[in-house]
């Protein structure tokens, strides 16, 4: 099977920077997209940022010009970069893969299990 294992969320000030990572394991033979989704408390999760297999990258308007998606196809892992971090940032995020497993012919969609990120001073 697959694993989705996120790092890199704390507590920033506003004004500061992070940079979430998540990386896949398993018998993954392909990745389609990368993306990158958050959510508060009582609303919907919502799609931040998206990362496709040729690098065609796609923002929330919220986000853009303050993000960056990047990936590292060889290690399976999605970056997002965070600057010039909001209050209104803070959420949960979690990255989801569309991945291709060994013995497969389809594409199915995995989540990672989610990192706080909390903009406060």
């Known amino acids: 099977q697959v694993q989705l294992v996120e790092s890199g969320g704390g507590l920033v000030q506003p004004g500061g920077s992070l940079r979430l990572s998540c990386a896949a394991s398993g018998s993954i033979v392909s990745i389609n997209r990368m993306e990158w989704y958050r959510q508060t408390p009582g609303k919907q999760r919502e799609l931040v940022a998206r990362i496709t297999s040729d690098g065609t990258t796609n923002y929330a308007d919220s986000v853009k010009g303050q993000f960056t998606i990047s990936r590292d196809n060889t290690n399976n892992t999605v970056y997002l970069q965070m600057n010039s971090l909001k209050p209104e940032d803070t959420a949960v995020y979690y990255c989801?893969?569309?991945?291709?497993?060994?013995?497969?012919?389809?594409?199915?969609?995995?989540w990672g299990q989610g990192t706080q990120v909390t903009v406060s001073s």
């Open positions: 989801n893969f569309v991945i291709m497993i060994a013995g497969n012919r389809f594409f199915t969609m995995y």
